[in-house]
Antibody, heavy 122, light 107 residues
Framework: EPQLLESGGDVVQPGGSLTISCAGS????????MNWVRQAPGKGLEWVAAISGSGGTKNYADSVRGRFAISADFSKNTLYLQMNNLRADDTALYFC???????????????WGQGTMVTVSS | EIVLTQSPGTLSLFPGQRATLSCRASQTVPSNYLAWYQQKPGQAPRLLIYGASSRATGIPDRFSGSGSGTDFTLTISRLEPEDFAVYFCHRYGTSQTFGRGTKVEIK
């Protein structure tokens, strides 16, 4: 069964940067699109970014476009999210999630990690 | 951008009762690309339904999804104690949007 393990969450000052990671196992990592989804404390889910199985297609939510960058190291089965110019409203639990069917980022999410917490505060 | 409105915000029911959750889209959801997830406190979401009505692997048949176009429903036929949780709908495809969730709580 697929497993996803996020890491790298931290407390960061406003305007700062942070990169979080998600290690995948138990599935052919490069055969599926991968996503980042966040959840602010006590709030709902917000999709953040997606990357295709080849890495050639990257999509972003309007709220993070130009500040966040999604990438993947397929040799290490690891997904990354580089976050720059962080704001207080970026504070959230960040989940990585695997696309259900294949390498194109347009599907439901069938496996999720447990999340890594990013707090933006001075 | 399609906005998903879930109702009610909270549903208070007894175990054994039927739960009916609504997800209404501001525009037609292409190809019925609508999913439902269950989330319990401190846990990641779990995929229940995709394509509006297909159950994900391992999901009990008391969970069913229906609807098309702009109106979708998740039905839990008889609530088990482990079903009390928050449920989110999700429009996927060329763009991604989640509803704000419906909390199903024990009455």
């Amino acid at each position: 069964e697929p497993q996803l393990l996020e890491s790298g969450g931290d407390v960061v000052q406003p305007g700062g940067s942070l990169t979080i990671s998600c290690a995948g196992s138990g599935f052919a990592f490069s055969s599926f699109a991968m996503n980042w989804v966040r959840q602010a404390p006590g709030k709902g889910l917000e999709w953040v970014a997606a990357i295709s199985g080849s890495g050639g297609t990257k999509n972003y939510a309007d709220s993070v476009r130009g500040r966040f960058a999604i990438s993947a190291d397929f040799s290490k089965n690891t997904l990354y999210l580089q976050m720059n110019n962080l704001r207080a409203d970026d504070t959230a639990l960040y989940f990585c999630a695997k696309d259900f069917v294949g390498p194109y980022p347009n599907d439901a999410f069938d496996f999720w990690g447990q999340g890594t917490m990013v707090t933006v505060s001075s | 951008e399609i906005v998903l409105t879930q109702s009610p915000g909270t549903l208070s029911l007894f175990p054994g009762q039927r739960a009916t959750l609504s997800c209404r889209a501001s525009q037609t959801v292409p190809s019925n690309y609508l999913a439902w997830y269950q989330q319990k406190p401190g846990q990641a979401p779990r995929l229940l339904i995709y394509g509006a009505s297909s159950r994900a692997t391992g999901i009990p048949d008391r969970f069913s999804g229906s609807g098309s176009g702009t109106d979708f429903t998740l039905t839990i036929s008889r609530l088990e104690p482990e079903d009390f949780a928050v449920y989110f709908c999700h429009r996927y495809g060329t763009s991604q949007t989640f509803g704000r969730g419906t909390k199903v709580e024990i009455k």
